[in-house]
T-cell receptor, first 117, second 116 residues
Framework: EDQVTQSPEALRLQEGESSSLNCSYTVSGLRGLFWYRQDPGKGPEFLFTLYSAGEEKEKERLKATLTKKESFLHITAPKPEDSATYLCAVQVQGSYINTGTASKLTFGTGTRLQVTL | DTEVTQTPKHLVMGMTNKKSLKCEQHMGHRAMYWYKQKAKKPPELMFVYSYEKLSINESVPSRFSPECPNSSLLNLHLHALQPEDSALYLC???????????????FGPGTRLTVL
């Protein structure tokens, strides 16, 4: 069974205190790993897609990396506005549907990040 | 433009009511999804439409009835819901094709549903 585990469950940082969030996965064959940011009561906001081990992507203070077993979301010098829940999700090989336009994502339980002044 | 819109933002309904949630995207995406999210939990997939055909129904109770009138619109019809159905209902869409850039799902802001 495909599994996605995120740690820590919650993280409290001071402004400027860099850290990493972890997403470990056990799947039959990874097609893609996705990071989302979700603010309370709102829909997830797409951040990154990673497809192969060794791949890295950056956006402002965020950097996502991927290995064969896990992904890290590094937050450099965070600001209070980075406070949110960060979700990772995996797409598994063979999870395409019909013509391949749609696919099922398996989400982790998320890391709730709070950045204080 | 990566916007998915959902209406209404909030909905309160009784267990005997019939209501509908609406979702719209104009990104040319050919796959659309309904998710249910309870507090402090990740989104749970309910339905997937691929090229306007229902492709996945994740064993969702029949009191939830999806509809895809065209490639840009997705509805979720609600009838005889239970209080435990109260949640944030999210719509998402993704592009078609097999290329690596086609897999991202873009979410709408959600509809906060309360069943009394």
């Amino acid at each position: 069974e495909d599994q996605v585990t995120q740690s820590p469950e919650a993280l409290r940082l001071q402004e400027g205190e860099s850290s990493s969030l972890n997403c470990s996965y056990t799947v039959s064959g990874l097609r893609g790993l996705f990071w989302y940011r979700q603010d309370p009561g709102k829909g997830p906001e797409f951040l990154f897609t990673l497809y192969s081990a060794g791949e890295e992507k950056e956006k402002e203070r965020l950097k996502a990396t991927l290995t064969k077993k896990e992904s890290f979301l590094h937050i450099t010098a965070p600001k209070p506005e980075d406070s949110a829940t960060y979700l990772c999700a995996v797409q598994v090989q063979g999870s395409y549907i019909n013509t391949g336009t749609a696919s099922k994502l398996t989400f982790g339980t998320g890391t709730r990040l709070q950045v204080t002044l | 433009d990566t916007e998915v819109t959902q209406t209404p933002k909030h909905l309160v309904m009784g267990m005997t009511n019939k209501k509908s949630l609406k979702c719209e995207q104009h990104m040319g995406h050919r796959a659309m999804y309904w998710y249910k999210q309870k507090a402090k939990k990740p989104p749970e997939l309910m339905f997937v439409y691929s090229y306007e055909k229902l492709s996945i129904n994740e064993s969702v109770p029949s009191r939830f009835s999806p509809e895809c009138p065209n490639s840009s619109l997705l509805n979720l019809h609600l009838h005889a819901l239970q209080p435990e159905d109260s949640a944030l209902y999210l719509c998402a869409s993704s592009q078609d094709g097999f290329g690596t850039s086609y897999n991202e799902q873009f979410f709408g802001p959600g509809t906060r549903l309360t069943v009394l």
